[in-house]
Structures are given as C-alpha cells and as structure tokens.
C-alpha cells in the first residue's frame, strides 16, 4: 500500500461501474448474452485501469508509463473488429438484417464507450489526488454526466417528419402514397400484403436530413428496428414480403413498407421516430463552402 | 452459383409473347397462370411480377 493505492483503486470502481450503466441491453443492442457482457465487462475494466493510473504516473514521475495509453488505443481497436465481425457474421441469419452501416455504428460506439471509461476514471483519480475523496466524487458524477450526453445519439424523430400511409396497387405495383415500391405479380399475395402491410412516409425537416435518410445503411436501420420490435410477417425463401423502403426523386421523402406481426400505427410510428441516425449516414451538404474547394 | 437478378422463369398463356431463352411455363388460362406463378415464386425463391395481363416472370433478387 502506498499513497496511490486507494485512489487507483477508487477510480478503477467508478470506471467499472460507468461502464456497467452503458450497458442498455435493449432491443437493438447485442450483448444480451451473459458471456458477451463479461468480455465488455473485462475490458471495462481494464480501460478504467489505465485511465486510473495516470496521474499516479505522472506524479512520480514515470513520464514514459504514460507510452501505456498507446496500448489502449490499439486494444480497443480490436473490440471494435471483434464487434464488427460478430455482427456481421449473425446478420447473415436475420429475417430483416441490420446491415453493414448500422453494424457499424454499434461495433464503433463500443470501442468509444472504453474510451469514455478512460476519461471517467482519469478524472476521478486526478481529483482525488490533487484534492481530496469528495472532490472525485464530484468529478465522476460531472464526468458521467458528460459521458452520458456523448453516449446517446440523435434520433430519426428531430431530422424527419413520419406520417402513416396507406398501401395502393396500380396494376401490380404496390404504392406507399405516390412512391414506388415493387411489382407483385400474383393478386393471393397482393391480398396478403393489403391485409397485413403498414406503409409510412418518413418527409426530411431539412436538406441536410434529406440526404440522411436517403442513405441506404440508415433506410436499412429502420427497417431492422421496426422489424425486431414489431415482428414480421415472412420466412426465408419469401422475398415478396421482404419490407423495402423506397426514395421519392423529387423531394427526397422515403416511403417505408412493413408487414409487421403487430399492426399497431402508433407504436410503429414512435418506433421510427426513436431510430438512431446513422453517425456514417450523417450528411451535411449545406455545410459545404460556397466558393468550393478553395476554401479547404 | 450465386445469381442476382435474373429472370428465372416466364409463365404466359400467349407463348409468342415471352423471351426466347427463359423457362417457359405455357398455361390455358389466367387462374393456371396464377396458380403456376404462386408454385414457382415458392420454389425458386424469387419474385413473381406481372409485365402484362398475359406474362409474369419470376425473378431472382
């Protein structure tokens, strides 16, 4: 036991327990699995040791133990591929996979959330030893909160307006409002897609927006949540009831086609309002420099 | 063999009206068309989409 013992210890517990509270097993996120939870708990655990140590490092003057950060880095990276890999592998056995986009975001918000850990539990060591225990407690808590805000992202609900929609065939082509979805030849399955279809429009607030949800990895996210909350009404081997989601040219609405096994509008609508805008689908046109690339 | 988009077989009751070089399903009237239309989108997996009152195709996607 020397001076540092209780405040790496102490700061190692915080960032092991903001760790735990990231985990949100909902319906969308993986680790439902006790075993995938305890490797993202190990690791946790780690990132909140080496976010614990540096100030201790530092303080005795062990400059180059700081070069640890970099191991960090490189092993949190790895989660990120270990992520990536496993859910891309199960997406293969979906009825209604994630797709690469969305795989993408959650395998990219586990390697950050280590990170967060790392900032947590820096903060709370380097508070306890420059001032007292109440002090890091004050400073973990901010921290937290801090962490909290980056740790949830932006929702489909600010950037879009949704609106239910009826489903219309115009010969064989099966219509949500005036957009295109698909050609279905046999009237059985005509009847079948009537009976159980939901069709939505989703309208872009903004230009920006526009482009958002015009991105195929975000149009295949809704389609994925709206699927694991709702149910859907297919099997393999039945790609006329695969739910599509098709883009209208002119004003960039997007009109969404479901058969769900839970025909609730009002859940449905709340369910795509709640989902999260892609971080690899934001765009932002209206950003660009009016005199171009001279500007960069 | 993986195949994307392709036209698996044409079912009609005018054969002179479908392609040369697709499976082609003859039928006598428009409930057979149906009915052999629904048969084959189970068994091949595809799509069954109309192009005229007289042809469906069933396509791979």
């Not at chain 1, 102490?10 to 949100?24: E, K, N, P």
């Not at chain 1, 909290?148 to 949500?176: D, N, P, W």
């Not at chain 2, 007289?54 to 396509?59: A, E, K, R």
Request: proline share 4%.
């Amino acid at each position: 036991m020397n001076e540092f013992t209780v405040p790496i210890l102490f700061s190692v517990i915080i960032g092991t327990l903001s760790r735990i509270y990231m985990f949100r097993t909902d319906y969308r996120q993986y680790p439902t699995y006790p075993h995938g939870m305890i490797i993202h708990l190990a690791l946790g655990f780690i990132a909140a040791a080496l976010g614990a140590l540096v100030v201790p490092s530092i303080m005795s003057e062990e400059f180059t133990a700081v070069t640890f950060l970099t191991l960090a880095a490189s092993q949190f990276r790895e989660v990120r591929n270990m992520e990536r890999k496993t859910l891309t592998e199960m997406d293969t056995l979906e009825l209604v996979p994630r797709g690469a986009s969305y795989i993408e975001g959650i395998a990219v918000t586990f390697e950050g959330r280590n990170y967060l850990v790392i900032f947590i539990s820096f903060v709370t060591s380097l508070a306890y030893l420059s001032l007292n225990v109440w002090a890091s407690l004050v400073a973990a808590v901010l921290s937290f909160l801090v962490a909290r805000k980056y740790m949830t992202g932006s929702k489909l609900g600010k950037i879009a307006y949704i609106e239910h929609s009826t489903l219309s065939f115009e010969g064989a082509g099966l219509y949500v409002d005036n957009i295109y979805i698909m050609n279905i030849g046999i009237p059985e399955r005509q009847e079948e897609i009537l009976k159980h279809g939901l069709g939505f429009v989703i309208s872009p607030k903004n230009f920006d927006a526009r482009m958002t949800i015009g991105n195929l990895g975000q149009r295949q996210a809704i389609l994925h949540d709206l699927a694991i909350s709702l149910g859907v009404y297919r099997d393999s081997g039945t790609p006329a009831l695969v739910p599509l989601i098709k883009r209208d040219l002119d004003d960039g609405r997007i009109g969404v086609f479901i058969l769900p096994q839970n025909n609730n509008v009002e859940l449905a609508k709340k369910i795509i309002s709640q989902v999260p805008t892609l971080e690899n689908a934001i765009r932002m046109p209206t950003e660009t420099k009016e005199k171009g690339s001279d500007q960069s | 063999m993986i195949l994307e988009k392709a036209i698996l077989a044409a079912i009609t009751d005018s054969v002179h009206k479908v392609p040369v070089g697709a499976n082609v399903f003859v039928c006598d009237t428009k409930a057979e068309m149906d009915k052999v239309a629904a048969e084959l989108e189970a068994i091949l997996d595809g799509i069954a989409h109309k192009l005229s009152n007289d042809v469906y195709i069933i396509v791979k996607h």
